[in-house]
């Protein structure tokens, strides 16, 4: 799957979200990411484009 591309995340950062996933994302049954910026976006993207969906965002200022 290519997902370079898909916003300003460049390909050494897509190579790092596809150990994630492949490492560790199936094996949770809840998903929350840490923080809102372009890099939880775009793994929110990818993560999207593989049928998972994220059960919320941790911020600074609690839970979104």
């Given at each position: 799957?290519?997902?370079?591309?898909?916003?300003?995340?460049?390909?050494?950062?897509?190579?790092?979200?596809?150990?994630?996933?492949?490492?560790?994302?199936?094996?949770?049954?809840?998903?929350?990411?840490?923080?809102?910026?372009?890099?939880?976006?775009?793994?929110?993207?990818?993560?999207?484009?593989?049928?998972?969906?994220?059960?919320?965002y941790?911020?600074?200022?609690?839970?979104?």
């Open positions: 799957m290519s997902l370079i591309g898909m916003g300003e995340i460049g390909k050494k950062d897509y190579e790092f979200m596809d150990y994630l996933f492949k490492e560790y994302i199936p094996s949770y049954n809840e998903l929350w990411l840490f923080g809102t910026g372009k890099y939880a976006l775009a793994f929110t993207k990818y993560l999207s484009t593989c049928g998972i969906s994220v059960d919320g941790v911020t600074s200022e609690g839970g979104v």
